[in-house]
Every structure is written in structure tokens, then in C-alpha cells.
């Protein structure tokens, strides 16, 4: 590997291949997230629809999986390649959707599990077992997709802050002089 704002094939195969894996965590957490219902005979059914919560994770996995789709090709185009502020920028703002997704989800799986009884919303999980088992599956594909986001995020900053030489510390002289 090569270091220090040269190119650094090891390191472009590791983007590649993160971006590539975040493309079936991003279609897994949308089918997931769409198939999650369950009908119980005495509160009706519940569906991913009814909560607003699995339509804003479909949303962002969808444009996760779509941007980590482009990206991962852009990233052997040497046209798109060299523009490292425009990943540095694009994997943060995909980072913070996700993680925003993720929330979601978390909030939802604990409404779920522990109810609000401010608000008179019951523990659903005792009646939808089944649902909720989903929901924690849902919440461990997201997270993962997050990590592999936070770690791209991390070789992009990597790349673009590699591009600057270090601030010139002061010599000697200059700091025995101010003293």
C-alpha cells in the first residue's frame, strides 16, 4: 500500500468492496421492511404502512444501496475518481441518513417492545411477536449498513485530507522569540 496522497489500491478495493456489500443490506432491510406484517385475531393487522417509521428506512435504503451502486462504479472511473470531495461529502451525508434510519427503527422497535403508557400505547410485542422479531432483524441490517458507511466515510476523509500537506509547525526560533 502506498501512503500519504498517492494512490492507494488496497484502499480502493476495500471502498469497492464496502460499497458493494451495502447494496444487498440495502435491498434485504426494503424487502424485510416491506414483508413485515402480522394479523392477530384479536387487534386486527399490523403492516409496515401503519408506521411511518419502516417508510422512512424503505426510503433511505433505497437511496443508500442506489448511491453505494454509483459510487462503487464512479470509484474506477477516472473521470469521477479524483474528485474526492464529492465522495468525502456523499458518504457523510449517506452516514447520517442512515444513521438517522437506524434511529428510526430503534425508536420503533421500543414502542414496540416497551409501550408508552404517557400516551397509552401498549407493549404490541406481547400480540405481534413475529412482527417485532422482524423489526430487531430490520435494526441489525441498518446497523451494519451504517458501520460499513461510518468506515467508508473514514478512507474518503482519509483520501481527501491526504491531498493537503500537513500545517507548517513553527521553528525553534520563531517560538524562542515570542517568549
Do not use: H
Not at 478495493?13 to 385475531?41: K, T
Not at 422482524?134 to 474518503?156: G, H, M, P, T
Amino acid at each position: 500500500m502506498i501512503l500519504a496522497g498517492e494512490n492507494v489500491p488496497g484502499l480502493k478495493l476495500v471502498d469497492s468492496c464496502l460499497r458493494l456489500l451495502v447494496i444487498p443490506l440495502s435491498l434485504a432491510s426494503i424487502c424485510l421492511s416491506v414483508n413485515n406484517r402480522q394479523e392477530n385475531y384479536v387487534y386486527g393487522k399490523l403492516q409496515f404502512s401503519n408506521l411511518k417509521g419502516f417508510k422512512y428506512v424503505i426510503c433511505i435504503s433505497a437511496f443508500s444501496g442506489g448511491y453505494a451502486l454509483l459510487a462503487a462504479v464512479f470509484t474506477w472511473v477516472r473521470v469521477l475518481a479524483n474528485k474526492a470531495w464529492l465522495f468525502f461529502l456523499s458518504d457523510q451525508v449517506i452516514a447520517y441518513l442512515l444513521i438517522t434510519s437506524v434511529s428510526a427503527v430503534a425508536e420503533t422497535s421500543n414502542l414496540m417492545y416497551n409501550g408508552a403508557r404517557e400516551v397509552s400505547w401498549s407493549e404490541a410485542c406481547i400480540s405481534y411477536g413475529k412482527f417485532c422479531n422482524k423489526l430487531i432483524l430490520i435494526l441489525r441490517v441498518n446497523a451494519l449498513a451504517f458501520l460499513f458507511f461510518l468506515i467508508l466515510a473514514l478512507i474518503s476523509a482519509y483520501r481527501v485530507f491526504s491531498l493537503y500537506e500537513p500545517p507548517c509547525m513553527p521553528s525553534k526560533e520563531v517560538e524562542e522569540g515570542r517568549e
